[in-house]
């Protein structure tokens, strides 16, 4: 069965305070392996797709990597601006989409 | 700019009604997507389309139904709502099913009591 578990469930940082969030995943055919942003009251908000082991991205204080069975999401030096739920999802070849339960993050100034 | 909407944004009714919540793009977009999101359960999706007069189930699409009669909007009707589906419902639409990119709306709140 085609899987997605997020860690932790929460995390509070304090500002500058540098931590990474995961997503393990089993699926029987990965295309593509992403992360959203989503802010209170909004819509979710993409940030990364990533598609094969050993596979970085970045995007500000932001980087996302990939191994055969799980990524992470690196958060350096973050800001209270970066309080968000990330979510983590697959696309196991059939595009339907599957989304882990997310990761809430405090930042405090 | 282009973006995608959704109505209401928040709506109470009562168990046995039906309801049909609207989506509607202006990006163009050939694909669409209706999710719930419940505590615990995150983002699960409903059904999806792949363009004008196609519709596919996702993996929760009992007692929900869509049509796709134009590229822009994908209305998705609940025929007969029950308590278990109160709910977060978002609508997303996408260029590139291959890209993973998909362009959220900003919800729909709804309660059946």
């Known amino acids: 069965e085609d899987q997605v578990t997020q860690s932790p469930e929460a995390l509070r940082l304090q500002e500058g305070e540098s931590s990474s969030l995961n997503c393990s995943y089993t699926?029987?055919?990965?295309?593509?392996l992403f992360w959203y942003r989503q802010d209170p009251g909004k819509g979710p908000e993409f940030l990364f797709t990533?598609?094969?082991a050993g596979e970085e991205k970045e995007k500000e204080r932001l980087k996302a990597t990939l191994t055969k069975k799980e990524s992470f999401l690196h958060i350096t030096a973050p800001k209270p601006e970066d309080s968000a739920t990330y979510l983590c999802?697959?696309?196991?070849?059939?595009?339907?989409?599957?989304f882990g339960t997310g990761t809430r993050l405090k930042v405090l100034a | 700019d282009a973006e995608i909407t959704q109505s209401p944004r928040h709506k109470i009714t009562e168990t046995g009604r039906q309801v049909t919540l609207a989506c509607h793009q202006t990006?163009?977009?050939?694909?669409m997507f209706w999710y719930r999101q419940d505590l615990g359960h995150g983002l699960r999706l409903i059904h999806y389309?792949?363009?004008?007069?196609?519709?596919n189930k996702g993996e929760v699409s009992d007692g929900y139904s869509v049509s796709r009669s134009n590229t822009e909007d994908l209305p998705l009707t609940l025929e007969s709502a029950a308590s278990s589906q109160t709910s977060v419902y978002f609508c997303?639409?996408?260029?590139?099913?291959?890209?993973?990119?998909?362009?959220f709306g900003p919800g729909t709140r709804l309660t059946v009591l």
């Open positions: 990006w163009n977009h050939n694909n």
């Open positions: 699926v029987s055919g990965l295309r593509g």
């Open positions: 997303a639409s996408s260029e590139s099913l291959t890209a993973n990119e998909q362009f």
């Open positions: 389309s792949y363009g004008v007069q196609d519709t």
């Open positions: 999802g697959v696309n196991p070849g059939t595009y339907k989409y599957i």
């Open positions: 990533l598609y094969s």
